[in-house]
């Protein structure tokens, strides 16, 4: 039986997968070679040598990688934040920018503990994957009672994979129409929508395209079609003084805060860049008086 070094093995994955042209051949390599290995990627720095078996599936996945499979639909999981989230065909794969949306969202619940105790109420709209509400769940300390609303009967499928070992109620439906019973109550709305403009395909990465659904990539001419729906949603369910965090297109630094200020239910308009400096998702506080808004 031949047996061979992780290191050599990863090595010549990451000479393929950067003929194939990938970002992140390095990264890439590592996590299928683990994954044939059905390990850990740490264990791999403490593994002498792998056999035969590992190597075939090893090779397997690299050809598929190279062809633009996802990596994380390949391995079943993509990392978010401290958790590993189910994902494959037919949901978004939650991207690292998105942890940011996360971060700040649990500071306002932070904030919001006084008038909420430990168990405020939130609402993940577009949840997809459910990587949202699971971070929050994991991560707030106390017992938020949080509900995930999800449209796509595929991505629901991972959707209640995730959230349901966590105690997040999972409903499928559209976000316009969900959740009446808790008008009005809501600590935090927060959502990741599509949002990239129909004309702005071309600056989606092929992989993305071939693989990711699109009706969680493209919402309208100008990419905000669902923040336009999730503003009156938000509105709907959200208290006075509760909170709205939505993630946008890098472009859409200007028009997602004047969409939410033109509704007329919001104050504290702010948005925020991710790590990278590039607008990232905007912030808002649902007014104790709202106008009448017909997006």
């Not at 990596?71 to 978004?92: C, E, M, N, S």
């Not at 991560?139 to 796509?152: L, N, Q």
């Not at 709305?189 to 659904?213: F, M, Q, S």
């Amino acid at each position: 039986m031949v047996r061979r070094r992780p290191a050599a093995m990863i090595r010549e994955g990451i000479t393929q997968l950067a003929r194939a042209g990938l970002p992140t051949p390095r990264a890439d390599a590592r996590l299928l070679l683990a994954h044939a290995a059905r390990m850990e990627p740490s264990g791999l720095a403490t593994t002498r040598e792998l056999g035969e078996a590992v190597a075939r599936r090893y090779e397997e996945l690299l050809d598929r990688r190279s062809g633009g499979e996802p990596v994380q639909y390949l391995t079943g999981v993509a990392w978010f934040r401290r958790i590993k989230v189910l994902v494959g065909p037919g949901v978004f794969i939650p991207r690292p920018e998105t942890e940011t949306v996360v971060q700040f969202a649990l500071s306002r619940l932070m904030a919001l503990r006084r008038d909420t105790g430990p168990a405020p109420v939130v609402v993940d709209l577009c949840t997809g994957s459910g990587a949202i509400a699971a971070s929050i769940a994991d991560e707030y300390p106390g017992e938020p009672r949080i509900h995930a609303v999800e449209r796509s009967g595929a991505a629901l499928v991972w959707a209640r994979r995730n959230l349901e070992p966590h105690g997040v109620e999972v409903v499928h439906g559209d976000m316009a129409d969900a959740l009446h019973e808790l008008n009005g109550g809501a600590d935090l709305v927060v959502a990741n929508p599509p949002y990239v403009p129909t004309g702005a395909a071309g600056r989606v990465p092929a992989d993305v395209l071939a693989h990711d659904p699109r009706e969680a990539l493209f919402s309208g001419a100008d990419g905000l079609d669902a923040l336009r729906v999730l503003a009156g949603t938000a509105a709907r369910l959200l208290r006075p003084g509760g909170w709205l965090v939505v993630e946008h297109d890098e472009t859409q630094g200007g028009s997602a805060p004047q969409l939410l200020a033109a509704t007329g239910s919001f104050r504290m308009i702010e948005d925020h860049p991710d790590l990278t400096g590039r607008p990232r998702f905007v912030s808002a506080v649902r007014r104790a008086q709202v106008e009448e808004w017909t997006p």
